[in-house]
């Protein structure tokens, strides 16, 4: 089946700094990747979504500049949280669609928490 | 504006039973529907497809209905297993190419031995 992968798993970082967090699709070329936050006890917000070779489309309300979303290929989409502070502590999860099918398979998630 | 609504309250049900979610929306027109199951600090794990023109879709114990008049969905877990227990979420997409989902807030399935 499709297979997506997240890296790092969890993070913690001090105020201010910067991370990156990688979303890679194993086995199947993902035309578009999406970017999800979850926070405690509640649903998944869509942040942005990610085609390969052209600029991410944010939701309303979400930053571009505070989260940089960078698709070099096909099977690879990076966020980048920038100057993260601790209201920026979530669960960070990407997902990936590709072919003809509209199932969209989802990495298993990264843990920020800033401090 | 869109709505989807999950039964907030966790469904508690005995090992060997059906459980039934259910899934409705409003102000929306789904082309399709989406399932999945959410463990505790995972990413959800895609679970059925169904499309609106489609009523009923089975995988093994999984069977899930789709009736655009209610706007409703109800996902079913036959002879319910204690492994089963988990978050349930339903998503729905527009019939167009960009993918979106738009995430009920889920409900949660215990079974018990």
Sequence with gaps: GAVVSQHPSWVICKSGTSVKIECRSLDFQATTMFWYRQFPKQSLM???TSNEGSKATYEQGVEKDKFLINHASLTLSTLTVTSAHPEDSSFYICSATGGPSDEQFFGPGT????? | SQKIEQNSEALNIQEGKT??????YTNYSPAYLQWYRQDPGRGPVFLLLIRENEKEKRKERLKVTFDTTLKQSLF????SQPADSATYLCALGRRSNTGKLIFGQGTTLQVKP
């Design chain 1, 111 to 115: 843990r920020l928490t800033v401090l």
């Design chain 1, 46 to 48: 869509l942040m942005a």
């Design chain 2, 19 to 24: 459980a039934t979610l259910t899934c409705n």
């Design chain 2, 76 to 79: 079913h877990i036959t002879a």
